[in-house]
């Protein structure tokens, strides 16, 4: 009889847990507020503001005249002063750098505030920072273009990678992975009187020193007739390169040799705008028919589809 209540009880209990469980999905996938209340509110000097970039758990925000760090109650955690004519502002998790687009100097923070600065002889063009502090700038004369390196102090290394504009096209865009060891960059050039992209992967760990220009992949067949205005890593080892078209998936699984995974084609419609985090890349396109005016598409970070919703 004891043994027969213990069974009960812990029938019931399994009972319990499992109605718990699914109540709790269930409340958190159909769950919607319907009202907010404003917890805090503090001003903010806007002065010469250029914008916000999300940084670690908190805030950066950057200005003609400096940056500061902005915690989530808007208490300023720090401050630096500059002068920047046109600021530019990349980030990667805790690492950000601040560069004067057709100006000569670049400023690298963390969380905890400045860490260097670096200054180039040629004007900045694009800048974009690896996860643990190492800045590329894309530099340029008349002919070519050059990305030159720095660590997050500012001193620069002893790497380069030279491109001819008028044969290997122009540099679009540029992604630093987390770790500093890989580069993305989408290059459009004039080719037989029209104009193409391409997206290439260079590699700057000990498996892309036995590869020339340590250029390890170069992709240009899937963005005929549309171009790649901007790339992204996302978790490890998947990145993406956001075409006209629609996005494309790559993976650096194997670092000699990155491959594409997956390609969700938009096609016929205009993509209004893109986001994405480390997990998920999301579009927001125009509806070409039906009710509503837009369609929201989410993929995974490996491109696996998971919902189109007008």
Known sequence: RLARRRTILLVLALVLVTGCGTGLYYYRQNHRFTRYETAWEVALNEGSLVGYRSMGTNVLKYTRDGASYVD???????????????????????????????????????????????????????????????VAAVLEDSISSYTAFFQRDGSQLDITIKTNMGVDGYPLALAFSANGKQLMYSYVQLAGGELKNCVVFYDFSGVGQNVPTRGVGRFDKMFEGTMVPQVAY???????????????????????????????????????SIFYSDEYVALVVRNNSGENPTRLEVSRADGAHVFSRD
């Open 72 to 134: 989530n109650r808007g208490q300023t955690v720090w401050t630096e002063s500059y002068e920047m004519k046109s600021p530019v502002a990349v980030v990667n998790g805790d690492y950000a750098a601040i560069g004067d687009q057709q100006g000569n100097v670049i400023h690298i923070y963390s969380t905890e505030g400045k860490q260097g600065e670096a200054k180039t002889t040629l004007p900045i063009s694009k800048i974009a920072v690896s996860g643990n502090g190492v």
């Open 234 to 272: 996302l978790k490890e080892p998947y990145s993406c390169a956001f075409s006209g078209n629609g996005p494309v998936f790559f993976s650096s699984r194997n670092l000699a040799s990155p491959e594409m995974v997956a390609q969700i084609p938009i096609e016929e419609e205009e993509i209004q």
